[in-house]
């Protein structure tokens, strides 16, 4: 087995509850240039007992409290609670120096396939990952998924509003 890490953008910062939210995969090619299958994470995140991480260090910062899998958009939301053991995590999730979610496990099954880039029509060889055994969620600084939104949800006069940028 192969270990690996992807990475996604947090989407949504709750301050009051101490939670982040966001695509923790998606079924996009990464920075790795790997694919991590839809199906494969599924099943991987019906498994994981819901450990987070930061920067995929052994140090436990806190608990999923939310997995949605969406088959329609092939991608799986997580909501997360800090603990308030984990001060130093969450003040770097509220000054965006963490910005993202990173899976980290073990594959178990992949394969290698040819897609066409759309933006360029060039083929390019990626790895897809069919089934792996999640280990962790991490939150990171710097993630590599290129499809997803980011969402940072501020106050405005104690009037809560939500800012959006897409990379």
């Known amino acids: 087995m192969n270990n690996f890490t992807m990475y996604a953008p947090i989407v949504k910062i709750d301050k009051e509850n101490r939670t982040v939210s966001g695509w923790a995969t998606t079924e996009e090619i990464d920075k790795q240039n ?3 299958d839809y199906l494969g994470s ?10 987070i991480r ?3 260090e052994p140090r436990a910062v806190g608990k999923a409290v939310e997995i949605i899998p969406n088959d329609n958009e092939k991608r799986v939301w997580v909501s997360a609670y800090i603990s308030k053991g984990a001060e130093d995590t969450w003040n770097k999730v509220k000054e965006g120096i963490l910005t993202g979610f990173s899976i980290g496990g073990q594959t178990i099954h992949k394969t290698t396939q040819i897609i066409k880039d759309i933006g360029t029509g ?14 962790e969620l991490s939150l990171v600084d710097n993630p590599a998924n290129p499809g997803c939104s980011f969402t940072l949800v501020k ?5 809560p509003f939500q800012t959006e940028n897409v990379e």
């Open 34 to 36: 790997e694919v991590v």
């Open 42 to 51: 599924k099943d991987a995140f019906a498994s994981w007992q819901g450990n």
């Open 54 to 56: 930061e920067m995929h």
């Open 122 to 135: 060039i083929n390019r060889t990626v790895t897809r990952i069919n089934k792996y055994r999640l280990n």
């Open 155 to 159: 106050t405005i006069d104690g009037v």
